[in-house]
């Protein structure tokens, strides 16, 4: 994977690479996470609308991606993502949630600018990411 420059880029490859053996399950509490923060600001179908146009754009490079409707349901929004992250490979299953997480966070930075999306996404995955990221953000 390509070195990113963001903070929200790096912090991404960071968490990314925190629990290597359960990818589908560290991928979904990544995005759980991340839809808290997103769906009280934008609404839930705001959050849809950004999360289907980011699979619509990761699709060329992973086939298998699914723009289904989202439920309402918290523990079941991601499901058909999770299902379709356990049918690949460790490495390809990473691969396509970081893509689809730097698709959706550069999606959200253009509407909302780079420092909101960083604070955000810092507010929804914690403390760790936070301190670290805030440090990286100072020095831009």
């Not at 918290?74 to 992250?85: H, I, P, Y």
């Not at 490495?91 to 959706?104: C, D, G, K, M, Y």
């Amino acid at each position: 994977m390509e070195t990113r420059d963001l903070p929200r880029d790096q912090l991404i490859e960071r968490l990314m690479a925190r629990r290597p053996e359960k990818v589908a399950d560290a991928a979904i509490d990544l995005w759980e996470q991340m839809a808290t923060e997103i769906i009280s600001i934008v609404g839930e179908d705001g959050f849809n609308s950004l999360y289907a146009r980011s699979v619509y754009l990761a699709q060329p490079t992973f086939p298998w991606l699914m723009a289904s409707a989202l439920p309402q349901q918290n523990g079941q929004r991601f499901a058909e993502f999770k299902k379709g992250l356990e049918g690949q490979t460790p490495s390809q299953a990473r691969a396509a949630n970081s893509l689809l997480l730097l698709t959706f966070t550069g999606i959200l930075a253009a509407l909302i600018g780079e420092p909101l999306t960083t604070r955000i996404l810092c507010s929804a995955w914690g403390d760790d990411a936070s301190t670290n990221t805030s440090k990286e953000f100072k020095h831009e």
